[in-house]
């Protein structure tokens, strides 16, 4: 079946770094991947939409500047948290999904679980 | 009222239980719906897709319908490894074409 790879799954780094999480889609082109973000104990919470070749589509108050998306290809996107502070700290999961027909369920990867000492 | 909407629970069966969970959405356009099972820490997994004449995988069985927008998802003999927070997720349709909406979860917690 679709197979998403996520990469890292984890990251310890302290307060001003930036952190560089991997999507890939294994098996399957992705013009289109999602990236959310997970408070412990709450719901999903969809950050932004990945465009394969144009510019990511960012939902409402989420910082396009704090937070770098880059699809330069059809099976991988990366969102770089950047200047990281503790309020950063989260669970990080993205999706894909195969293109073509909106009839598909999403598949997500691993996830990155990221702390911000 | 949110787009998709789910009983949060937290719903405690025995061991062998049978237990239900609904979900509703507001767009009467959409198309394709999802049951995905989320642990603990992990990211979600596709649990089962939700068709138009409901449909079964083992000791599961996912129901749409359309009338009352509403899709459910029914789980007989209920074992331990089942406790597990259930998303309901559906496609959006039209300009949003492309993006899933993701109820907040009905969390179950199976009990010997």
């Known amino acids: 079946g679709a197979v998403v790879s996520q990469h890292p799954s984890r990251v310890i780094c302290k307060s001003g770094t930036s952190v560089k999480i991997e999507c890939r889609s294994l098996d399957f082109q992705a013009t289109t991947m999602f990236w959310y973000r997970q408070f412990p104990k709450q719901s999903l919470m969809l950050m932004a939409t990945s465009n394969e070749g144009s510019k990511a589509t960012y939902e409402q108050g989420v910082e396009k500047d704090k937070f770098l998306i880059n699809h330069a290809s059809l099976t991988l996107s990366t969102l770089t948290v950047t200047s990281a502070h503790p309020e950063d700290s989260s669970f990080y999961i993205c999706?894909?999904?195969?293109?073509?027909?909106?009839?598909?369920?999403?598949?997500f990867g691993d996830g990155t679980r990221l702390s911000i000492l | 009222r949110k787009e998709v909407e789910q009983d949060p629970g937290p719903f405690n069966v025995p061991e062998g239980a049978t237990v239900a969970f609904n979900c509703t959405y507001s767009?009467?356009?959409?198309?394709?719906f999802f049951w995905y099972r989320q642990d603990c820490r992990k990211e979600p997994k596709l649990l089962m897709s939700v068709y138009s004449s409901g449909n079964e995988d083992g000791r599961f069985t996912a129901q749409l319908n359309r009338a009352s927008q509403y899709i459910s998802l029914l789980i007989r003999d209920s074992k331990l490894s089942d406790s597990a927070t259930y998303l309901c997720v559906v496609n959006e349709e039209g300009r949003n074409a492309g993006k899933s909406t993701f109820g907040d979860g009905t969390t179950l917690t199976v009990k010997p």
């Open positions: 999706s894909a999904r195969w293109t073509g027909r909106n009839n598909q369920p999403q598949h």
């Open positions: 767009n009467s356009a959409s198309q394709s």
